[in-house]
């Protein structure tokens, strides 16, 4: 019992902490100017750095803002 009282208290500060990110993910300001323009694929796999690219720094979304803006494009 104490098994499961214990993972569900990690479960919940997972939730809560999955809603602040996705709560500032859509506070970033929408009047910001975003240029949108067509991503050429890199070579190699995406998510592998070894072999490839990271999604998120091959769109240019790898500062502060940059990581709020590519969790809004997430949800």
Do not use: W
């Amino acid at each position: 019992m104490d098994e499961l009282l214990r993972n569900y208290e990690k479960v919940a500060a997972e939730l809560a902490e999955t809603r602040m990110t996705a709560q500032q993910a859509r506070s970033v300001d929408p009047t910001q100017s975003v240029v949108i323009g067509e991503l050429e694929r890199p070579k190699g796999e995406a998510g592998d750095r070894k072999k490839g690219f990271i999604l998120q720094e091959a769109m240019g979304l790898d500062g502060e803002d940059g990581t709020l803006l590519y969790k809004r494009i997430q949800v």
